[in-house]
């Protein structure tokens, strides 16, 4: 069923720029008849490209992984109140590009930051094409302004880093190997009433991982405290630990990939990618160069542009040598 509204979404999208490209020449037609003024006709013609650029946009994400919901982490850096409060921006922009966008977004882990913003935050996007769109977030994203939180009104640089893995589902086959599971319980801090305090509600799973290529080893700590119950708390750190093992095996493709295309442009997983700099009223990406002056239009949520310049020059790349 997943497969069969996968493919109908795509006739639809197909029929809809159909349409729209009929809709053009007729206009065309019309015009020289004098039955339509040209102001409609270049009205038709943007809705024909955009639909087209809408289209193409779509046919960038052709990974097993770009149609998935995603997990998004994100961390504050050094730098004390002033990172932690840009941790919890950046978690807002992705919150309101989220709504934009008709995703939904539900909180799995919460750290508030010790005077302001947060030391860390999980969150879990649902939607067709989530991990697809927000992939190219991942990184190191930096921060230029006169601090709020500085007595001398200083100019000062904060870090945060996003990590953006897909949320798999049960369509995904991933082995977990229950022995090298074990479990903790606490109890959850922050709002939620009495039961909170009194109740052992919040879980933290620990997964002794073994990569089966290189043999190297590592813990994966993973703590939820999304709902009061328990189970349910267990059941979403698991779908999280699916989601980083999935990752894991494909960044180990990505990596294979890249020895083979070694003259190929790669993005290196968790460097920094984007500076945001209040001051001069400049946002811009380090990878493709795309740049805005919209500074507060960028943190209410607007970041197509940037994902799509992303996909433009690195999915794009990707899909053709396929």
């Not at 977990?176 to 109890?187: K, L, Q």
């Amino acid at each position: 069923m997943k497969k069969v509204r996968e493919l109908k979404k795509w006739i639809e999208l197909y029929n809809a720029v159909k349409s729209a490209a009929e809709e053009l020449q007729l206009s065309y037609d019309y015009m020289r008849e004098e039955i339509v003024s040209e102001e409609e006709v270049d009205e038709a013609y943007r809705k024909a490209l955009h639909l087209v650029e809408e289209l193409e946009f779509r046919n960038m994400l052709r990974e097993e992984a770009d149609q998935m919901c995603c997990v998004l982490k994100i961390n504050s850096g050094a730098g004390g109140t002033e990172s932690q409060d840009w941790a919890s921006m950046l978690m807002r922009m992705y919150q309101r590009w989220a709504e934009s966008n008709g995703y939904k977004v539900t909180i799995a882990n919460y750290q508030e930051g010790d005077e302001a913003g947060i030391k860390s935050v999980t969150m879990n996007i649902e939607g067709d094409y989530a991990y697809g769109y927000l992939k190219s977030e991942n990184g190191v994203h930096r921060l230029v302004r006169v601090s709020p939180y500085n007595a001398q009104g200083k100019r000062m640089t904060s870090f945060a880093s996003v990590f953006v893995t897909p949320l798999v589902d049960d369509t995904i086959e991933v082995k977990v190997d229950p022995a090298a599971i074990s479990w903790d319980t606490f109890r959850s801090g922050g709002a939620g009433g009495q039961n909170v305090n009194k109740v052992e509600s919040g879980v933290r799973l620990r997964y002794q991982f073994k990569d089966p290529y290189t043999g190297e080893e590592e813990e994966i700590l993973i703590e939820n405290t999304e709902t009061r119950d328990q189970p349910k708390n267990r059941e979403n750190a698991m779908r999280q630990l699916r989601s980083i093992l999935y990752d894991k095996e494909l960044k180990h493709r990505m990596a294979e990939q890249a020895k083979i295309e070694a003259g190929k442009k790669k993005i290196e997983w968790g460097s920094q990618i984007r500076s945001y700099v209040f001051d001069d009223r400049r946002v811009k990406d380090h990878r493709t160069n795309y740049q805005t002056s919209d500074v507060n239009g960028v943190m209410d949520g607007k970041i197509d542009d940037f994902i799509k310049a992303y996909l433009m020059e690195f999915a794009g790349n990707e899909g053709a040598e396929k």
